[in-house]
C-alpha cells in the first residue's frame, strides 16, 4: 500500500464518499456494462456496445459518449496503473491527460479521489514539484485582478 | 475518428509554458498591469535575452501580447486565454461531479447482494 509514486501537486477533480465497498466500486469502474450505465453522467449517454475495457497495463479502455444534442465523441484511454481494488490510472494518448481514480475505503464504503494532470511527460518532475493547483489557483487570482485592469 | 479541436493542443503549450517558474513569476507580475521587458528582467537574476525567450513562449501560447509602442514594446496579459485554462479545469470537474452523480445513482440501483 505504500512506497508508491502519487500525483502529489495534481489538479483534484473530485471527490465523492459512496455507499458500497471497495471491491464492488472497482468492479463498475473496470467493467464495461456498469461503465455504460455511469460514466455519462447527466450530461450524455454511452451505448453499451461502444465500451471496449483491456484491464491491463498497456490496455485500452474505449467508449463512445452520445451528447444531449445528439453529438457523439469517441474516446480512447490508456491503463497507465490497474491496482485491484485502489488505483487506476488512465492516460489519454490523444491530449496526454492523465487521470487518477483512487478507491479508499472509509466507513462503510469507499472514497474515490480523482486527480488529473495535462502536461507532456517531460515536465511531470518539475510540475509535480511545482504544483498545477498551485499554479491553478494563482491563474484564478491573475485573471480576477486582470478583469480590472485589461479590456479585452 | 474525429480531429481534435486546435483549441486542445493550445490549451497543451499553456499548461506546459506554466510549468516554469520563471515564467509564472512574469504572468504574476503582468496580472498588475503592462510592463516591458527591462521591467520584467528587474527582479530576476536573468538577462534581457533570456526574459525574452519566456515573453516569447508565453507569446507564442496565446497567455501574453506584446504591442509596439515607439522604442517600448509593452507586455500585456491574455485575459480571456487564461480564463480558457480555469475553464477548462472547472470543465473537468464539473464533467467528473456529473460522472459521479451517475455513479451514485448506478450503485444505489444494483441489487443488495449480488454486484451483478
Same mark, same amino acid.
Given at each position: 500500500m505504500t512506497g508508491r509514486v502519487t500525483l502529489d501537486? &495534481?489538479? /483534484?477533480i473530485a471527490t465523492r464518499h459512496l455507499d458500497a465497498e471497495p471491491a464492488l466500486v472497482w468492479e463498475v469502474f473496470t467493467s464495461p456494462a456498469h461503465l455504460a450505465a455511469?460514466?455519462?453522467? &447527466?450530461h450524455a449517454t454511452v451505448p453499451p456496445e461502444s465500451v471496449a475495457v483491456d /484491464?491491463?497495463?498497456g490496455g485500452v479502455f474505449e467508449l463512445e459518449t452520445v451528447g444531449a444534442d445528439g453529438s457523439r465523441h469517441p474516446l480512447r484511454f490508456r491503463y497507465e496503473v490497474v491496482e485491484a481494488p485502489t488505483r487506476l490510472v488512465l492516460v489519454e494518448p490523444r491530449t496526454g491527460l492523465l487521470t487518477e481514480i483512487r478507491l479508499r475505503p472509509t466507513g462503510d464504503g469507499t472514497t474515490v479521489v480523482v486527480h488529473q494532470r495535462r502536461l507532456p511527460p517531460e515536465l511531470q518532475t518539475e510540475q509535480a514539484r511545482a504544483g498545477l493547483a498551485g499554479i491553478l489557483d494563482r491563474l484564478e487570482l491573475v485573471v480576477t485582478e486582470n478583469r480590472f485592469h485589461e479590456h479585452c | 475518428m474525429t480531429t481534435a479541436p486546435p483549441v486542445e493542443d493550445d490549451l497543451d503549450a499553456a499548461f506546459a509554458a506554466l510549468s516554469d517558474r520563471t515564467r509564472r513569476a512574469i504572468i504574476s507580475r503582468l496580472a498588475r498591469g503592462e510592463a516591458t521587458v527591462g521591467e520584467l528582467a528587474a527582479?530576476?537574476?536573468?538577462t534581457h535575452q533570456a526574459i525574452s525567450r519566456h515573453i516569447g513562449i508565453l507569446r507564442r501560447c496565446g497567455l501574453v501580447r506584446q504591442r509596439v509602442d515607439g522604442q517600448r514594446r509593452p507586455c500585456r496579459l491574455d485575459a480571456d486565454r487564461m480564463q480558457e485554462l480555469i475553464g477548462w479545469i472547472s470543465e473537468q470537474q464539473r464533467e467528473w461531479e456529473s460522472r459521479l452523480d451517475g455513479l451514485e445513482r448506478h450503485l444505489a440501483s444494483l441489487p443488495q447482494e449480488s454486484p451483478r
Open positions: 501537486g &495534481d489538479q /483534484l455511469f460514466w455519462g453522467g &447527466d /484491464l491491463r497495463v | 527582479p530576476f537574476d536573468l
